[in-house]
């Protein structure tokens, strides 16, 4: 079983920066590790994902250049470095994990979800 926490969250003025992490717990070694997001009112949306195999990325069209995925073998933990925040960013982050090798941005093709973090981000 995997368990995931997010953390890091919070609120900052637009142009400022915040780092998520997440705390995996359990084997993931040949899984997916994504970044999806939701604001109010609004479906929830992929942000980002990474290989923790190999750590290949891929990014929204919406954070490429602005947000950096990583992971970090020794913790257990991915992160999600996010950088030049616009309001538009504002939502909820959820942390989710795909138990295939294959990087995904669909939202049902991953089976292990954290409870989510709120960034605000105020113009």
């Known amino acids: 079983q995997v368990q995931l926490v997010e953390s890091g969250g919070g609120s900052v003025q637009a142009g400022g920066s915040l780092r998520l992490s997440c705390a995996v717990s359990?084997?993931?070694?040949?899984?997916?590790m994504g970044w999806f997001r939701q604001a109010p009112g609004k479906e929830r949306e992929f942000v980002a994902a990474?290989?923790?195999?190999?750590?290949?990325?891929y990014y929204a069209d919406s954070v490429k250049g602005r947000f950096t995925i990583s992971r970090d073998n020794a913790k257990n933990t991915v992160y999600l470095q996010m950088n030049s925040l616009k309001s538009e960013d504002t939502a909820v982050y959820y942390c989710?994990?795909?138990?295939?090798?294959?990087?995904?941005?669909?939202?049902?093709?991953?089976?292990?979800w954290g409870q989510g973090t709120q960034v605000t981000v105020s113009s």
């Open positions: 989710a994990a795909r138990p295939r090798l294959g990087i995904s941005i669909v939202e049902y093709e991953y089976d292990y």
């Open positions: 990474i290989r923790w195999s190999g750590g290949s990325t």
């Open positions: 359990g084997r993931t070694s040949n899984y997916v």
